[in-house]
């Protein structure tokens, strides 16, 4: 049974910074594309973030702030968030293939 797994939400102070991470098992994330999406408030998901090999890609409204990165070793997928805002208040889900974790609440406010 394949499980992705996200944890590492919270609620932190605009500026701050919060490290994501999305755990597999019975599924090899080194396999896939994978990315990590949002969905905030009154809003649409939002592609955030993809992984694929050696290359990343991100969202205007995060680069410079966002990195993705992975674990091969411990099947897992990072995301680090720093000098956050308001405006990336919003669930964070992992995302391979098919499948799909059950999201983690990210709250940036003062």
């Known amino acids: 049974q394949v499980q992705l797994v996200e944890s590492g939400g919270g609620l932190v102070q605009p500026g701050g910074s919060l490290r994501l991470s999305c755990a597999a098992s019975?599924?090899?994330?080194?396999?896939?594309?994978t990315s990590w999406y949002r969905q905030g408030p009154r809003k649409g998901r939002e592609l955030v973030a993809t992984i694929t090999g050696g290359s990343t890609n991100y969202a205007d409204s995060v680069k410079g702030r966002f990195t993705i990165s992975r674990d091969n070793a411990k099947n897992t997928v990072y995301l680090q968030m720093n000098s956050l805002k308001p405006e990336d208040t919003a669930v964070y889900y992992c995302?391979?293939?098919?499948?799909w974790g059950q999201g983690t609440q990210v709250t940036v406010s003062s």
């Open positions: 019975g599924f090899i994330f080194s396999n896939y594309v």
């Open positions: 995302n391979a293939f098919l499948y």
